[in-house]
């Protein structure tokens, strides 16, 4: 799987942006999906995931009630709606496939096995 991540720059405090991830190669619908993000001097952190039929999701607390995750198998995209950005949201984010799991959405870097490029994300204060 060929994960290609775009959407990101820069925004103002409390505006909105859309990340999309379009998958390429094996089949994108038996995947759990995931977004994660570096921050500058930080580690990668698990941001949101959703699994493979969408009836699942889950979202690390600093983004809950900001950022929707959602995904399109007919399009073999997942999308991050990102509102109410904060400066603190400012970071490379990340798409990435679970092979390993299809019915919850794990949250370590370390399970998911495909990884997109990134795009960047600034929020400006």
């Known amino acids: 799987v060929q994960l290609q991540a775009s959407g990101g720059g820069l925004v103002q405090a409390g505006g909105s942006l859309r990340l999309s991830c379009a998958a390429s190669?094996?089949?994108?619908?038996?995947?759990?999906m995931g977004w994660f993000r570096r921050a500058p001097g930080k580690e990668r952190e698990f941001v949101a995931g959703?699994?493979?039929?969408?009836?699942?999701?889950s979202y690390a607390d600093s983004v809950k009630g900001r950022f929707t995750i959602s995904r399109d198998n007919a399009k073999n995209t997942v999308y991050l709606q990102m509102n109410s950005l904060k400066p603190e949201d400012t970071a490379v984010y990340y798409c990435?496939?679970?092979?390993?799991?299809?019915?919850?959405?794990?949250?370590?870097?370390?399970?998911?096995?495909?990884w997109g490029q990134g795009t960047l994300v600034t929020v400006s204060s």
């Open positions: 959703i699994t493979w039929g969408g009836g699942t999701t």
């Open positions: 190669g094996r089949s994108f619908s038996i995947y759990t």
């Open positions: 990435a496939a679970d092979e390993g799991s299809k019915w919850y959405v794990r949250t370590s870097d370390a399970l998911y096995d495909y």
